[in-house]
């Protein structure tokens, strides 16, 4: 494709936008997920938690987990599904970020292009399909880290170091919809 300045337009492919709004959405959730996994391993209120990473990088979020992970004298094998878990949010947040922060336009013949960031150049846009999978993706991976949060390797590392100790991080948490 063209490395031409292209009159930007937004592309008239409303199935492909509708799932770029879906991608951001689902980023959201993903985020949020590690906004509370921070307030799980580290015993605090959902406020303090969200208030501590209110306007921090994802990246920095990722690292915090897994600082206060590590801090909890986790078992090595614990550690590394921690890391694989933290990785895959890692890639697919730069699939995301690739997505969603180019710039978008439409050719003379109504092809969806984007411009790619490393290289500058005009390229055909990832399809709904792609988008769509990306999303799907996003959403399990949310879904895994916030059940090993509430009921699996998280959240036995955490009942483990505060077994026996009141206010336990996960006290006084709602039965459904848990935060």
Do not use: C
Not at 15 to 41: D, F, S, W
């Amino acid at each position: 494709m063209s490395n031409a300045m292209h009159i930007l337009a937004l592309p008239q492919h409303p199935g492909l936008l509708e799932a770029l709004g879906r991608l951001a959405v689902a980023h959201t959730h993903l985020e949020l997920i590690l906004r509370y996994t921070v307030k799980t391993i580290s015993g605090v209120s959902v406020r303090d938690a969200l208030d501590a990473t209110s306007g921090a990088r994802i990246s920095d979020v990722r690292r915090r987990i897994k600082k206060l992970f590590v801090q909890k004298k986790s078992p090595e094998s614990e550690v590394v599904k921690l890391d694989a878990l933290l990785n895959r949010a890692r890639l697919l947040s730069e699939a995301r970020n690739d997505f969603l922060h180019s710039a978008w336009s439409q050719t003379e013949a109504g092809e969806a292009v984007r411009k790619r960031e490393e290289d500058h150049q005009w390229v055909l846009a990832p399809s709904k399909e792609d988008v769509d999978t990306v999303t799907v993706k996003i959403m399990e991976l949310a879904g895994e880290i916030n059940n090993a949060r509430l009921h699996g390797f998280i959240y036995e590392i955490v009942k483990g170091k505060t077994e026996g100790t009141a206010g336990s991080p996960e006290s006084g948490r709602r039965r459904e919809g848990r935060s």
